[in-house]
């Protein structure tokens, strides 16, 4: 057993102290995680915004402008039966074309029939609206007004003419006679 006592370890010599950590190397791991954390926050949120605006782009450039009229038979319900104001005289105007056109058109106007006041307003101002209609179909060219375009047109006269309304109750335009004839 003399072996073990003269070559085994002392533990009652002096051993040197062990080096603890130094702690200001934690801090900077700790910022370096947080940037980290805030730079993939960033990201996602810049990924999320080019990813609405393209979005909102494209949903943009495949809407149709407001005065089209949707022409397929599932959209189209039954036009309701409106009171109509005839006493508007025929109109009698030239097109802008470079090879002017004669139009004459007679227009009739529907309006809801519990309107009361409506009636009396038109008939007010009807050389006003005999007169917006001659202007009207003055600056239009004869493309304009063929009869693929008819739907078009009424959305564009019935707008115009609630314009000039105290309140819009035009519910439609009704073309009694439309004739173009090339000069």
């Given at each position: 057993?003399?072996?073990?006592?003269?070559g085994g370890?002392?533990?009652?010599?002096?051993?040197?102290?062990?080096?603890?950590?130094?702690?200001?190397?934690g801090?900077?791991?700790?910022?370096?995680?947080l940037?980290?954390?805030?730079a993939?926050g960033?990201?996602?949120?810049i990924?999320?915004?080019?990813?609405?605006?393209v979005t909102v782009s494209?949903l943009n450039?495949q809407?149709k402008p407001?005065t089209?009229?949707?022409t397929?038979?599932d959209?189209?319900?039954?036009?309701?039966?409106?009171?109509t104001?005839?006493n508007?005289d025929?109109?009698?105007?030239?097109?802008?074309d470079r090879?002017p056109?004669?139009?004459?058109v007679?227009?009739?106007?529907?309006y809801?029939?519990?309107?009361?006041t409506?009636?009396?307003?038109l008939?007010?101002?009807r050389?006003q609206?005999?007169?917006?209609?001659?202007?009207?179909?003055?600056?239009?060219r004869?493309?304009q007004?063929?009869?693929?375009?008819?739907?078009i047109?009424k959305e564009e006269l019935r707008?115009?003419?609630?314009?000039?309304?105290?309140?819009p109750a035009?519910?439609?335009?009704?073309?009694?006679d439309?004739k173009?004839n090339q000069?």
């Open positions: 057993m003399g072996d073990f006592n003269d370890p002392d533990f009652n010599e002096a051993t040197e102290p062990v080096d603890k950590p130094k702690k200001g190397r801090g900077a791991k700790a910022i370096l995680g940037l980290k954390w805030i993939i960033l990201g996602a949120v990924f999320i915004v080019v990813i609405v605006v494209i450039a809407t407001l089209a009229i949707p397929s038979e959209f189209q319900r039954a036009t309701p039966i409106y009171a104001y005839t508007i025929q109109i009698s105007t030239n097109t802008t090879e056109w004669s139009i004459i007679k227009v009739n106007l529907a809801d029939e519990a309107d009361k409506i009636q009396t307003e008939t007010a101002r050389y609206l005999q007169d917006a209609l001659r202007n009207f179909f003055s600056t239009k004869i493309a007004l063929m009869p693929e375009q008819e739907a047109l707008e115009t003419l609630n314009r000039m309304l105290t309140k035009i519910k439609d335009v009704y073309f009694q439309f173009r000069m």
